[in-house]
Antibody
């Protein structure tokens, strides 16, 4: 079955950068786009970016433009995100999700999430 | 950017009850691109409904979605113990390619 497995929790200081990976299995990696979505404590999810793993084109939420890098590696079926200039507002669980492109564009399935804590 | 407002914030119900969750958009959602997710503590969200009224794979038929324009509803016909969770609506705007979520409705055991 389709499975997305993310890298482990991270603790960072303000101003640092964080990188998270998401390894996909169970289907043809290049057949579907991927998303990064984050969820701050007690808040609803927030969409960050979408990547076409075949070719690597990325669409960003305006809020993260310039501070977020998203890449894909078709040799390992893995997508990556890097978020720079971290502040305490970036403390959240970060999820990768595969795109479900039927009657719109949805997030299904999701990775297990990666907790990123930003604190001095 | 379309803002989604969910109500109520919390719904206190008993197993077997009917639940109606509302999602209101700040402007019309094009093409009925509105979906719903369920999230349990410590888990990732799970897609329940897409395209306003279509159930995702494996979702029981007690879950249904309806609506159009700016007003959408998720209905759970008879609550099962495993349905007590937080529910989020999400819209997709194809031009520009933007995704937004509501702030969630918690369905708790009364």
């Amino acid at each position: 079955q389709v499975r997305l497995v993310q890298s482990g929790a991270e603790v960072k200081k303000p101003g640092a950068s964080v990188s998270i990976s998401c390894k996909a299995s169970g289907y043809i990696f290049t057949s579907y786009y991927f998303h990064w979505v984050r969820q701050a404590p007690g808040q609803g999810p927030e969409w960050m970016a979408k990547i076409n793993p075949s070719g690597g084109s990325v669409t960003f939420a305006q809020k993260f433009q310039g501070r977020l890098t998203v890449t894909s590696d078709t040799s390992t079926n893995t997508i990556y995100m890097e978020l720079t200039s971290l502040t305490s507002d970036d403390t959240a669980v970060y999820y990768c999700a595969r795109d479900f492109p039927t009657r719109g564009s949805w997030f299904d399935p999701w990775g297990q999430g990666t907790l990123v804590s930003v604190s001095s | 950017e379309i803002v989604l407002t969910q109500s109520p914030g919390t719904l206190s119900l008993s197993p077997g009850d009917r639940a109606s969750l509302s999602c209101r958009a700040s402007q019309s959602v094009a093409n009925s691109f509105l979906g719903w997710y369920q999230q349990k503590p410590g888990q990732a969200p799970r897609l329940l409904i897409y395209g306003t009224s279509h159930r995702a794979t494996g979702i029981p038929d007690r879950f249904s979605g309806s609506g159009s324009g700016t007003d959408f509803t998720l209905t759970i016909s008879r609550l099962e113990p495993e349905d007590f969770a937080v529910y989020y609506c999400q819209q997709y705007d194809s031009s520009p390619r933007m995704y937004t979520f509501g702030q969630g409705t918690k369905v708790e055991i009364k």
